[in-house]
């Protein structure tokens, strides 16, 4: 097959040569191959028609598959440079469900709620496919977290399960975006055995760059269970559960950075970001901290970055105070708005009372308390001294009603 490179494609075409770099980057020119940082077209590849034009707009309507097979949509290799976010939601437009759900999701990303809560309604009742109502119903989720919504959680549960599969790709993603839904909350008991041993075959692979983030939130979330005492394993007790996650997350790291899927980097960085800091490597953690912060920075994705902050929270706005000072003011902002959701819906659907009233020296004290560190090992974890340690958790018990054994319990 004879190829042509982008500018003799947008030369003939008459459009320029970014148009051309974007259609190739979203899937929409058949037969395209990325060798590097550059793109072949096949000769006689047919010009999609433009979303904008007389022609595209008639197909708004019409019932169109997404351009991935996943209802994550700004996790797949669509979004492949930090800063085009914009321009990607743009370049959908000859697939309006697909301009729609992507510009949610990137709206979600940024904080904006009321947006993408909006957006899901409308997908949600328009009847759209099969990943679209999947995507439709995790955005519809992420709202109920920050509003603290239990209706509008349980709600967006129902839509995903009554999603219109028709094959087993179809209920496998089913089973794995409700599951995906319950790890927001720290949930892990909905998740499917062949997705708990690190398979995932029984999904298309266009939502591998999705799984392997809840997949690291999951090893996360069990890590964190073991070392808190709430999940029992035979020989594992502690943190050394928590110690051996990035050994797998690491490499999945790599692996996105290498697929160019800009907000699975974002995170996976973040998520070992939270590990590492869990068990005292903050050096490791400022490393994914930084990158995360500039794949995330140039396109506003706030919003990510206030979910972080309860795990993460101090030393993200630390590093993130370097990067850029009122980036952090807005991040800052959100997770209050963030925090408050997610402790009242969660204290709800676990049946544990959570505290929102902590502040992150608090929160941090009292999770390593939780883990059955000292108080002379947290003052040294956190560069705290041995009195503030003590105040801290005579602050947390106040606030909880609760002694320090159960600390696990309200956060």
Same mark, same amino acid.
């Given at each position: ?211 392997? &983030?809840?997949?690291?939130? %999951? #090893?996360?979330?069990?890590?964190? =269970? @073991?070392?808190?005492?709430?999940? !029992?394993? /035979?020989? $594992? ?24 899927? &800009?907000?699975?980097?974002? %995170? #996976?960085?973040?998520?070992?970001? =939270? @590990?590492?800091?869990?068990?005292? !490597?903050? /050096?490791? $953690? ?126």
């Amino acid at each position: 097959m004879e190829y042509l490179k982008i500018d003799e494609i947008a030369k003939r075409w008459g459009v320029g040569v970014r148009r051309v770099q974007l259609l190739c980057a979203s899937g929409k020119i058949e037969g395209a191959v990325r060798f590097g940082r550059d793109w072949m077209i096949p000769k006689h590849a047919k010009k999609p028609v433009d979303g904008r034009s007389k022609a595209g707009r008639s197909l708004v309507n019409e019932d169109m598959p997404l351009p991935r097979k996943t209802p994550f949509l700004y996790m797949s290799d669509l979004y492949n440079t930090p800063g085009t976010a914009d321009s990607v939601g743009e370049s959908l437009a000859y697939n309006h469900e697909a301009q729609v759900l992507f510009e949610a999701e990137v709206a979600y990303s940024r904080g904006e709620i009321d947006r993408v809560y909006e957006s899901a309604n409308y997908l949600l009742s328009k009847h759209s496919g099969f990943y679209a109502v999947l995507s439709a119903g995790m955005l519809l989720a992420m709202c109920a977290i920050w509003k603290g919504d239990l209706n509008m959680w349980r709600k967006a549960k129902i839509h995903i399960s009554e999603a219109p599969a028709k094959t087993d790709f179809d209920r496998d993603a089913m089973q794995l975006a409700i599951s995906a839904v319950d790890i927001m909350i720290y949930s892990v008991d909905s998740f499917p055995e062949w997705f708990k041993t690190g398979c995932f075959e029984p999904i298309h692979k266009d939502s591998y760059p999705a799984a392997k &983030v809840y997949y690291a939130k %999951y #090893l996360y979330a069990v890590g964190y =269970a @073991v070392a808190t005492g709430v999940l !029992k394993l /035979d020989g $594992a007790q502690g943190l050394y559960v928590m110690s051996s996650v990035p050994y797998t997350i690491e490499p999945m790291i790599c692996w996105a950075n290498e697929k160019n899927t &800009v907000m699975s980097e974002i %995170y #996976l960085r973040l998520t070992c970001a =939270a @590990v590492y800091h869990s068990f005292g !490597k903050d /050096d490791q $953690a400022i490393r994914h901290i930084d990158k995360a912060l500039a794949l995330a920075l140039p396109d506003r994705l706030y919003g990510v970055l206030a979910e972080y902050c309860r795990t993460i929270g101090h030393l993200l706005e630390r590093r993130l105070t370097e990067f850029d000072p009122e980036a952090c003011a807005h991040v800052h902002n959100l997770y209050r708005v963030y925090n408050e959701g997610w402790s009242k819906l969660s204290s709800v659907v676990r049946g544990k009372m959570l505290v929102s009233t902590l502040s992150q020296k608090e929160r941090a004290v009292a999770k390593l308390a939780a883990f059955g560190l000292s108080n002379q090992e947290i003052a040294d974890k956190l560069y705290l001294s041995l009195s503030v340690v003590k105040q801290s958790i005579r602050i947390v018990s106040e606030k909880s009603g609760l002694p320090r054994s159960e600390f696990a319990a309200i956060l």
